[in-house]
């Protein structure tokens, strides 16, 4: 690791108002600039600072590096970059791009140890990013703790690998663990305790989570000592599993007269192409379990065993997630395909044989309707919701809380905050609240930066959230005492034999058994075989 002096230079110059805020890391100076929350209260803004060398030239698709030193002052004060992605974006889309944000309500400088929020985004691992556009800290800065939001590579510029050092598998991930690793080293400059960071995400970023989680530790530092996923489970996620010859097509799409299968010779051809031309193979990339290291262990088969982080975790899922996709009651394609084959019901990764995937898809269809999806679309949106989300969610639930604590939820309060309010997202038969809804309670978009467009309702869910989220991050415990503005509820811990967990909606309810995990997880334990990887 890095060697460490740290010093911190505070220089009370006003610039536009603000003071201006000097902070010296190892590898040079940074200057931030003040901003305001959304209760009027000052806090410290650090954009896009570097935590490793840009990954291009001979550092594409290879292992992150300590950032270089850099001279004079660097400006950190907005958001240039994001990474390689096919989504539109106004800011510069580039493979210089591993840079984060920290966000504090504390001037940097003095004795403060407040907790740490590390946010890892969403986006399938695919596009998205962490810049301030996208995960804006104005509500969070009223609650007392310091947030780290990260860009991280994605696509086939973070997920293409070789299966071996050549090009290494998981560099996304690998980002996120080294950006980890930053800000051990350097959150104390900015008021944050590098011994109390709860690392969080939604989606592909709350699987990411998971799989910092269960990673293959060895015995390294605890990097971090809690843990928050929002609808998403490394247990449900979509694994690489031919990744060598995922890359080997990568490489003939570049240079169709490519013919090798050696892995120097495939890192040539990807190395001389230009992002443009690799985003154009229009190829997505998932994670994938690796012969040895972090990211070695089988998903399912780790939590299994009790191999995982044993951290506090506050984990949940949206009331109906797949809500969001309700455009798909069109796509008659789709619908008639799993009519036709129910195998397609059981999750890719999980191994069953051919028979027994059908046998399992059959049963899990009974659980759903006793028509068809095309007849019965309500019925496809709740299967679709809890394969990707609930059910999976439910089996870490299950195997994780045995060994620490675990407090679940079902987000279900349906407002205008969290958008999706137009006819075609009501399905009857199917619950309201979407992926992504649950973002819009925390996280400041575009769409929410002025809170007084919205209902009082809105308004009072927005705070509880907060204030629930924010108490796990500072308590490990989201209930820590009694507080009116929480109805007074005692939100308890899971238990393996009843998941029991706080339905969040206007009022709040202790429940038993989400969903109708109860009903599938029988049908997919009978006919799932070993390597268990995955469970939905």
């Known amino acids: 690791m890095w060697s460490t002096v740290f010093m911190i230079i505070l220089v009370l110059t006003p610039s536009f108002g603000s003071d201006d805020l000097i902070v010296n890391l190892t590898a040079g100076i940074i200057r931030g600039h003040v901003l305001q929350s959304y209760e009027g209260n000052n806090y410290y803004a650090f ?86 556009n996208d995960y804006g800290p104005k509500y969070i800065m009223d609650y007392g703790i310091v ?28 980002d996120q663990r080294f950006a980890l690793e930053w800000v051990n080293q350097h959150i104390n400059l900015f008021g944050g305790d590098p011994d109390h960071v709860t690392i969080a995400g939604e989606s592909s970023g709350s699987a990411a989570v998971g799989l910092l989680v269960m990673g293959n530790w060895n015995g390294e530092k605890e990097l971090f000592h809690a843990a928050i996923q929002e609808s998403g489970s490394m ?57 040895s290291g972090y990211y070695s262990l089988l998903p399912l088969q780790s939590f299994m065993d009790g191999n995982f982080k044993k951290v506090p975790m506050m984990i949940g899922f949206n009331s109906e997630e797949w809500i969001k996709y309700a455009t798909n009651r069109n796509n008659t394609n789709l619908l008639q395909g799993l009519d036709n084959d129910p195998s397609l019901l059981i999750h890719a990764n999980l191994n069953m044989s051919p028979e027994n995937r059908t046998r ?28 990707s989300f609930s059910t999976p969610t439910g089996k870490q639930i299950e195997l994780g809380c045995v060994h620490a604590p675990y407090f679940v939820y079902q987000f279900a309060y349906k407002g205008d905050l969290g958008g999706m309010m137009d006819d075609i997202y009501i399905v009857p038969g199917a619950e309201r609240v979407g992926h992504m809804e649950d973002l819009h309670y ?11 467009k919205f209902p009082e309702n809105d308004q009072l869910m927005m705070r509880r959230f907060l204030t629930l989220w924010t108490n796990f991050i500072k308590y490990y415990n989201p209930t820590p005492k009694a507080d009116p503005l929480l109805l007074n509820v ?18 709040f309810e202790v429940r038993e058994n989400p969903r109708v995990y109860k009903d599938v997880k029988p049908i997919i334990e009978k006919y799932m075989e070993p390597p268990y990887v995955s469970f939905g």
């Open 47 to 132: 954009q896009e600072i570097p935590y490793a060398t840009p990954p291009i030239g001979e550092n594409r698709f290879q292992l992150p590096k300590p950032p270089k030193p850099w001279d004079g002052i660097l400006n950190t004060t907005k958001n240039t970059k994001v990474c390689q992605q096919v989504n539109k974006y106004v800011l510069e889309k580039t493979e210089d791009c591993l840079y984060l944000n920290v966000y504090s309500p504390v001037k940097p400088g003095g004795n403060d140890k407040l907790p740490v929020l590390f946010w890892i985004h969403g986006g399938g691992l695919n596009w998205g990013s962490g810049t301030y």
């Open 360 to 387: 399992a898809g059959v049963l899990m269809k009974q659980v759903y309707t006793n028509s068809t999806f095309m007849e019965d679309f309500a019925a496809y949106i709740r299967w679709s919701s809890d394969q």
């Open 442 to 452: 925390w996280w400041e978009f575009l769409n929410n930066n002025d809170m007084s």
């Open 490 to 507: 005692t939100w308890p811990m899971s238990n393996p034999d009843s998941l029991t967990y706080l339905n969040i909606n206007s009022t």
């Open 147 to 174: 947030v780290v939001a990260i860009n991280y590579r994605l696509n086939a510029f973070g997920f293409v690998s070789t299966d071996d050092d050549v090009i290494p598998g998981n560099l996304g991930l690998k």
């Open 235 to 291: 247990i449900g996620g979509t694994l690489q599993t031919n990744a060598k010859e995922n890359s080997i097509g990568l490489a003939k799409y570049l240079d169709p007269t490519f013919e090798s299968e050696k892995s120097e010779d495939v890192l040539e051809v990807l190395k001389k192409a230009s992002a443009e031309d690799i985003l154009k193979a229009g190829r997505t990339y998932g994670n994938m379990i690796e012969k």
